[in-house]
């Protein structure tokens, strides 16, 4: 069975940094891509960044260029968000998913096959 486990998240004063991870078990194909989705009070869930695990490419959110990196270890189906410089806007859940199609990554929800069930981000002094 597919699942997805986020965690790292947390409370941090801006400025600050956290480092979210999403493994992954459950999949039969070497060929997929992970997604960081936030979603925040009152507002509709947005890609953050996301990666093709088959060759490394990656893309990110204009908000979080600069400031966040994606990463993965494939030998222990994991994918890693580095956020640094946080800000208060960043205060989120955030969640990861996967996309098992055979494509490049995208920050759009609709591709993505299963969802994590979220960690908290805090940014606040």
């Known amino acids: 069975q597919l699942q997805l486990v986020e965690s790292g998240g947390g409370l941090v004063q801006p400025g600050g940094s956290l480092r979210l991870s999403c493994a992954a078990s459950?999949?039969?194909?070497?060929?997929?891509?992970i997604g960081w989705f936030r979603q925040a009070p009152g507002k509709g869930r947005e890609g953050v960044s996301c990666v093709r695990t088959s060759d490394g490419s990656r893309g990110y959110a204009d908000s979080v260029k600069g400031r966040f990196t994606i990463s993965r270890d494939n030998a222990k189906n994991t994918v890693y968000l580095q956020m640094n410089s946080l800000k208060p806007e960043d205060t989120a859940i955030y969640y990861c998913?996967?996309?098992?199609?055979?494509?490049?990554?995208?920050?759009?929800?609709?591709?993505?096959?299963?969802w994590g069930q979220g960690t908290q981000v805090t940014v606040s002094s």
């Open positions: 998913a996967v996309d098992l199609a055979i494509r490049r990554c995208v920050l759009d929800v609709g591709p993505y096959d299963a």
């Open positions: 459950g999949l039969t194909s070497d060929y997929y891509s």
